[in-house]
């Protein structure tokens, strides 16, 4: 069962262009949903999160729009760069459990 | 400051063997969490491991064991391996069991198992 669906699988933007990755979870138990960042051969490494109280989060290029009645949320990347390629996921987790459900990821390419 | 070390990089194991990963956590960290990343897949979880205890597990099968050791270092055990076992084990240490520390989860940089 895939409780967290994330979309596109694959993006490609121009440099200065914006970045859209989707999720969508099924959960509604889940209260904490946060992105993660990864790079070849690295492992996945905390990008900006969000918790259900608030629509919106902005931490520089990062904004996470959240949809709490649709459970839907969302990773911009403003101004993308190249160096922003990577593969990016959503994830969710529920109050008082640490096991973090994934989506399946998206590899975004910015191109020069 | 070492972050989260995995050992060993890559492995290849043939059908039916036994392996061993091994992780030490970040320093300051005492729970670590372990992962199952399939080719082009999110991270699935195995299970975590605090105060030398497994608190939460995953869908995996028993197949899949692990130990935490004093020092806070971890272990994942996986016998009669399969070909869908190939994958890239990620471990993830953090301090706490509890919310606060879920937020701060910190991953290596992983162990790649082939199964041949």
């Known amino acids: 069962q895939q409780q967290v669906k994330q979309s596109p699988q694959s993006l490609i933007v121009q440099k200065g262009g914006i970045s859209i990755i989707n999720c969508a979870y099924e959960?509604?138990?889940?209260?904490?949903f946060p992105w993660y960042q990864q790079f070849p051969g690295k492992g996945p490494a905390l990008l900006i999160a969000?918790?259900?109280?608030?629509s919106e989060k902005k931490e520089g290029r990062f904004t996470i729009s959240f949809n709490k009645s649709a459970k839907q949320f969302s990773l911009h990347i403003m101004d993308s760069q190249p160096g922003d390629s990577a593969t990016y996921f959503c994830?969710?987790?529920?109050?008082?459990?640490?096991?973090?459900?994934f989506g399946t990821g998206t590899r975004l390419l910015v191109s020069p | 400051d070492a972050g989260v070390t995995q050992s060993p990089t890559h492995l290849i194991k043939t059908r039916g063997q036994q392996v061993t990963l091994r992780c030490s956590p970040k320093s300051g960290h005492d729970t670590v969490s372990w992962y199952q990343q399939a080719l082009g897949q999110g991270p699935q979880f195995i299970f975590q491991y605090y105060e030398e205890e497994e608190r939460q597990r995953g869908n995996f099968p028993d197949r899949f064991s692990g130990h935490q050791f004093p020092n806070y270092s971890s272990e994942l055990n996986v016998n009669a391996l399969l070909l869908g076992d190939s994958a890239l084990y990620l471990c993830?240490?953090?301090?706490?069991?509890?919310?606060?520390?879920?937020?701060?989860?910190?991953f290596g940089a992983g162990s790649r198992l082939t199964v041949l």
């Open positions: 993830a240490s953090t301090q706490g069991s509890g919310d606060s520390g879920a937020n701060v989860l910190t």
């Open positions: 994830a969710a987790r529920k109050t008082g459990f640490q096991k973090l459900v």
């Open positions: 969000i918790r259900p109280d608030v």
């Open positions: 959960n509604t138990a889940f209260d904490y």
